[in-house]
């Protein structure tokens, strides 16, 4: 990472949607960012969009030095059955990290599992119900141990399901692919990707080392409304009411649905200042919708 000496630096592992978020955010601001890809074809698409980008996963880590000079770094890849790679590759070269003035890991509010549409928040029992969440639940407490042994200053977000342009409704219903799927009782609680971004910035400019954070809307939803109202913007009749068994759900998307629950975000507005541009889905929604317009 090359920069001035006085430049705040980002280094990203997984400079995916939601990095790339905070990412231009940033760098609007002056920043200078780097990241890795899980591909070569990916690293030169980053390159191409002005950041620098290695490729990363458990079994290609970094290079010596390509954290050099990283004054935050923010964790976005997954776990996988082995566990976090990020952690098991360079957690020695993070905690040697000389500068590093925050760390914010991405986690899932998928860690919380099945409440029956009850609530939870920071301080609720970590139950996942499935492999994925538990795997976030180790890859919390990792990081969260790196913290407590070496100080190193992590922050934990669990994030809720993250919308945003490219990611909503609105391609499918064009194409006359979407599904309104009703489960009887079924909410999901939701986060625009710009208020995702907010979100990590505002804890940057409070950093809290130990702090968890739920980040996600104000408005827990079903998600056939959600499908429902992005097809009234459109002018478009809604799709058909679909049964969740009939659906045809490919297993990973069938997944989301063992988990009901409504998520508390109070902290990240009591803790950190943030008021949310998007409080809910119809807010983010229209926004989306018109800085498509020409």
């Avoid at 909410?187 to 995702?196: G, N, Y």
Wanted: with cysteine; net charge neutral; glycine share 10%.
């Amino acid at each position: 990472m090359t920069s001035r000496p006085d430049q705040p630096r980002l280094f990203c592992f997984g400079l995916g949607y939601s990095a790339l978020a905070l990412a231009r955010l940033l760098t609007a601001e002056g920043w200078s960012v780097a990241g890795t890809a899980r591909s070569a074809e990916r690293a030169t698409e980053l390159r191409a969009l002005g950041f620098v980008a290695e490729v990363f996963d458990r079994d290609h880590p970094l290079p010596p030095g390509a954290m050099s000079g990283a004054t935050h770094v923010l964790v976005s890849v997954p776990p996988d059955a082995a566990g976090d790679p990020a952690l098991a590759c360079h957690a020695d070269d993070i905690a040697a990290l000389p500068g590093l003035r925050w760390l914010g890991y991405l986690s899932t509010t998928g860690v919380y599992g099945d409440r029956g549409g009850g609530w939870v928040d920071e301080s609720s029992a970590l139950l996942p119900s499935g492999e994925r969440g538990r795997r976030r639940v180790a890859s919390e407490q990792g990081w969260l141990d790196l913290w407590r042994r070496r100080g190193v200053p992590v922050h934990v977000f669990r994030l809720a399901a993250i919308y945003g342009p490219g990611r909503s409704p609105f391609a499918a219903l064009r194409a006359g692919t979407a599904k309104r799927i009703a489960e009887p009782g079924q909410v999901f609680s939701r986060i625009h990707v710009a208020d995702l971004a907010h979100v990590l910035s505002a804890s940057i400019a409070r950093p809290r080392p130990g702090a968890v954070y739920n980040v996600c809307d104000d408005e827990p939803a079903a998600p056939e409304a959600v499908v429902a109202f992005a097809a009234g913007l459109l002018g478009l009749a809604p799709p058909p009411i679909v049964a969740l068994d009939a659906a045809e759900l490919s297993p990973m998307a069938r997944s989301f649905y063992d988990d009901n629950k409504r998520v508390r975000n109070g902290l990240i507005k009591n803790d950190l200042g943030v008021e949310l541009r998007f409080p809910d889905y119809r807010a983010g929604l229209a926004a989306i919708l018109a800085a498509e317009a020409p």
